[in-house]
């Protein structure tokens, strides 16, 4: 009994490890250099000021 769950189990990780090795994503990695310059970004930032408008406080 504990041999027929150790072979089960030595199949299912050896299964896990061949569908992990054929599914991964393959990447290009030629078309990643072609951008190299930076690309700064600058945000137009306006401040409105607004009048501080105190509650009354009744005293």
Request: no cysteine.
């Given at each position: ?12 990780v050896a ?17 990643t250099?072609?951008?190299?310059k ?7 930032i306006?401040?409105e ?7 009354p406080?009744?005293?």
């Amino acid at each position: 009994m504990i041999l027929t769950i150790a072979i089960s189990l030595a199949a299912l990780v050896a299964i896990n490890f061949l569908l992990l090795k054929f599914s991964t994503n393959k990447i290009d990695r030629t078309t990643t250099k072609a951008n190299k310059k930076p690309v700064v970004l600058t945000p137009q930032i306006t401040i409105e000021l607004e009048s501080e408008r105190l509650a009354p406080t009744g005293s």
